[in-house]
């Protein structure tokens, strides 16, 4: 069983920043990749950024390019999204996916449950 729990959200200006964590935990061999999808109201979720845990390989949606960044921690099973010059357009609940090795031979995909970002003045 392997636990994905994001932090870190909520209500933020126009222009301001967030930075968000997601940790997996539980019966995790290794980590291949994780990544944040984002789902705003009434929109079909979307992919924001991923990272590949080994190389160190990351990816971003041309929306959000050059304004958000994702990072993990190689010590521990987090990954974060740092947020800046929000707009409401980003406002959506943040999801986080991570891909792992949870048996010698198999690997799994496990969604958190997401995190709110609310961009408002």
């Known amino acids: 069983q392997v636990q994905v729990v994001e932090s870190g959200g909520g209500l933020v200006q126009p222009g301001g920043s967030l930075r968000l964590s997601c940790t997996a935990s539980g019966s995790i061999v290794s980590i291949a990749s994780m990544a944040w999808h984002r789902q705003a109201p009434g929109k079909e979720r979307e992919f924001v950024a991923s990272?590949?845990?080994?190389?160190?390989?990351?990816r971003y949606a041309d929306s959000v390019k050059g304004r958000f960044t994702i990072s993990r921690d190689g010590a521990e099973t987090t990954v974060y999204l740092q947020i800046n010059n929000l707009k409401p357009e980003d406002t959506a609940v943040y999801s986080c996916?991570?891909?792992?090795?949870?048996?010698?031979?198999?690997?799994?995909?496990?969604w958190g449950k997401g995190t709110l970002v609310t961009v408002s003045s």
């Open positions: 996916y991570t891909h792992v090795q949870v048996l010698p031979d198999r690997y799994g995909g496990y």
């Open positions: 990272i590949e845990w080994t190389a160190d390989i990351t």
